[in-house]
């Protein structure tokens, strides 16, 4: 294409392109200047952090300094701090093994459901549905405003709920199918987890699971469930049924048809989902304030507290915020690929 | 699997057994799921309207919860903590007075035209709750525009989810439009522009108030050089709420760019070469092309961040905690603080007044917005 000597006057050839697919001079200039504006926008903070996390006091306090070994001295006196006399180690190992196992717990379950719901018609009577709630809340009251111990409440009403599905719950017809169920489990995301946080802080306080990674995990998966099953069902329901149904000819049970065939098939739709509900959980600040205490900390609450009496120390602070992206860039770089189509893919079905 | 597999070697003896799991495996996926979620959303959800009604009292190393109706609630909107949630009122001047006429206008025009048009009686209910929800919104704007008038939480946070998801798509589609261009090195600039969602939001809170620093801060020369080094943004109302937009903004643009970005490189190809080769400009090809084609996934996107926005905590909690006064409060802030203060009833009642804002925003958002980029699919 370049051989053709281009006759046009200098101004065309400026802001007009000589192919389809290119950009001519002047809007190719602004693409990167706007772009690479951007860029900067991005990195700087960035780098200020990771800089400033080998200064030590007197480097932050005397006023900015910018390049290591031009301006100031680098010195490794917040990483050595943070890293082995601080209680950084524990805090770091409870937000990946919470991160992690209630990511993958998450996926498991809300995968589950999802793909469920997209391939099985559900018919739940509504009158079952009626009456589990109202079950709930009597039960809520009963132990909450009149002190009956909780676990006789819970058994009579487990009972009161059997006994009525056998009897008057037959009667009624009208029934929620699979869109108001998988409504019900995404608009679960809508609720701020502050309204559900104080129930289940006094919840876990009653197992005395409060601080421990257990609580924080299962509240994880919780919350995060919702996100899994909205994502994840447009890829299910993707899949070209065949495979499915000459599987289960040849005698598969659903579950083996799950984790063999509609698993494998939508791994690209899955690692955006993983990618999104862990960087959603390794970054949860609120719920992990409210849960834990000193033995589950998670990083968060962990930088959170750096605000001492004295102001932050920013040395430190950074060395934290540097070690908590570090990991997650690293996955999302391998991932990166995957994250764009996969979200795509939710969101075009919503 | 593990069910299928525990169940295989004595096949004949528990043929029933496996039947029976197959019969029901449908109800077995989903059975995790709803039991999570009741435990974790549902129940919460429900204790929380109770506690809500209460008061809680610490006495003696137990505590007491007294039911007292809707007092709490009362307090928040009428009663004592009104300068809280709702903010200080001042009377409507002139001004005010005409944008609330303007505001009043097209709000009965909206809800007319939807009765000329097609009436069903819950379509109106539904907007007749979305214009009360947001009569009220303005009105409250409106009567903390007058000077001596401060904002409450309530608005703080609307400010917040408005402005903050509005510059982020606007961002983000800007930024997103330009690496859709043929232009070299569109993966290094995807991945650069990633980055900030990575980061945790209390990370990101103190990492604006390292660079909003006037005095150690990297931007100090050029402060100094203007002659505001004395200057602090957290001690004024706005430049404090500004402050917490921009790291908002930087953390959730790449959100928005990332989606929008699949978005347009998913368009239709071959209507852009046609549209091009027949001399079409870029806004008209935009307007006409491309705006059409991924307008219904713009709108899930601004959805789902409508949803998560309402939710902001930890970069004012961090960044200003809440200062200057209120100014920089969010709704769930808000609600920590009363927590933190013994006050679990008004805490509860401040989380579930959250709940109906941002379920009424959201739901009208879907009804009215996306339905409605999606009437043509």
């Known amino acids: 294409m370049t051989q053709t000597a281009d006759r ?3 101004a065309q050839r400026l802001f007009e392109p000589d192919r389809l697919e290119s950009l001519a001079v002047v809007p190719k200039v602004g693409t990167y200047v ?33 390049l290591p070994f031009v301006d100031f001295t680098p010195s490794l006196d917040a990483w050595n701090f943070m890293l082995f006399k601080n209680n950084t180690m524990g805090a770091y190992l409870n937000s990946i093994i919470v991160a992690l196992s209630s990511t993958l717990l998450a996926l498991l379950i809300g995968s589950l459901a999802s793909y469920a719901l997209v391939r099985i018609r559900f018919q739940v009577k509504l009158a079952a549905v009626v009456t589990f709630i109202a079950l709930l809340i009597a039960v809520i009251i009963a132990v909450a405003a009149l002190g009956v111990p909780w676990a006789a409440a819970t058994a009579v009403a487990i009972a009161l709920f059997l006994l009525s599905l056998g009897t008057f719950v037959r009667r009624f017809n009208a029934a929620v199918g699979n869109n108001d169920i998988e409504f019900w489990m995404i608009s679960n995301r809508i609720m701020p987890p502050i309204v559900a946080v104080l129930p289940i802080y006094v919840m876990f306080q009653h197992l005395g699971l409060l601080d421990t990674q257990v609580a924080l995990i299962s509240t994880y998966t919780g919350v995060n469930l919702p996100i899994v099953v909205w994502l994840t069902r447009d890829f299910f329901a993707g899949i070209p049924l065949d495979l499915e ?26 690692a955006a989902t993983f990618m999104l509900v862990l960087i959603l959980t390794w970054n949860e600040f609120l719920l992990a304030l409210f849960l834990t205490n000193a033995r589950a900390q998670t990083m968060p609450v962990l930088v959170a507290a750096q605000n001492t009496t004295r102001g932050p120390q920013w040395w430190y602070m950074s060395v934290l915020i540097v070690i908590m992206i570090a990991p997650v860039i690293v996955i999302a770089g391998f991932l990166q690929k995957h994250i764009a189509r996969g979200l795509l893919v939710g969101a075009v079905k919503g | 699997m593990a069910v299928a597999q525990a169940a295989s070697p004595a096949a004949t003896a528990r043929e029933t057994r496996d039947e029976w799991i197959d019969r029901n495996s449908g109800r077995i996926m989903v059975l995790p799921a709803v039991i999570i979620l009741l435990c974790f959303a549902i ?30 609630f009362k307090r928040l909107l009428i009663g004592a903590q009104q300068y809280h949630f709702l903010g200080t009122f001042k009377p409507l001047q002139t001004p005010e007075w005409i944008a609330f006429a303007i505001f009043a206008v097209v709000i009965i025009y909206w809800l007319g035209r939807n009765v000329a048009t097609g009436f069903n009686v819950l379509g109106l209910i539904g907007r007749l709750i979305s214009a009360g929800l947001a009569t009220g919104l303005v009105l409250a704007a409106l009567a903390t525009m007058p000077a001596g008038a401060y904002e409450g939480t309530l608005l703080t946070t609307c400010f917040y989810v408005l402005v903050g998801v509005v510059a982020q798509f606007l961002i983000g589609l800007g930024l997103a439009l330009l690496c859709a261009q043929p232009i070299r090195a569109r993966n290094f600039f995807r991945v650069m522009f990633f980055i900030p969602l990575m980061v945790t939001p209390v990370g990101v809170a103190y990492m604006f108030r390292m660079l909003a620093d006037m005095e150690k801060g990297p931007f100090a020369p050029v402060a100094a050089a203007l002659g505001f080094s004395a200057w602090s943004w957290a001690t004024q109302a706005w430049s404090a709420r500004l402050m917490v937009l921009i790291g908002d903004t930087w953390q959730w643009t790449p959100f928005m760019f990332i989606v929008l970005l699949a978005a347009i490189e998913n368009q239709p190809r071959d209507q852009l070469e046609a549209a091009r080769l027949d001399g079409a400009g870029n806004f008209q090809i935009f307007r006409d092309i491309t705006w059409p ?44 603080i009363a927590w933190r203060t013994q006050d679990l ?22 009804n009215y917005v996306v339905r409605w980029t999606r009437r043509y699919q």
């Not at chain 2, 959800?45 to 007491?64: E, H, M, N, P």
């Not at chain 2, 307008?295 to 789902?304: E, G, H, M, S």
Request: glycine share 8%; proline share 4%; aromatic share 14%.
């Open chain 2, 345 to 366: 009833g008004g805490s509860a009642a401040v989380g579930y007044l959250l709940l109906f804002v941002s379920t009424i925003s959201c739901v009208s958002f879907f």
């Open chain 1, 34 to 66: 706007v772009l690479g504006f951007w860029t900067l926008v991005v990195l700087f903070p960035l780098y200020w952090v990771l800089v400033t996390s080998f200064k030590i006091e007197v480097q932050v306090d005397s006023g900015p300094y910018f």
């Open chain 1, 8 to 10: 046009r006057g200098l």
């Open chain 2, 293 to 336: 084609a991924i307008a219904p996934i713009a709108a899930t996107v601004v959805l789902i961040r409508l949803i998560e926005a309402f939710k902001i905590i930890d970069i004012p909690n961090v960044l200003t905690a809440g200062g200057p006064g209120l100014a920089t409060e969010s709704m769930t802030l808000h609600s920590f």
């Open chain 1, 245 to 270: 149904e000459s599987a289960e000819i040849d005698g598969a049970s659903k579950f083996r048809v799950f984790f063999t065939i509609a698993l494998p098939l939508v791994r690209s739709g899955l």
């Open chain 2, 43 to 72: 129940f919460p959800l429900i204790v929380s309207i109770y506690l809500s009604l209460c008061r809680f009292a610490l006495a003696g190393g137990s505590f007491t919860l007294t039911f007292i109706g809707l007092f709490n």
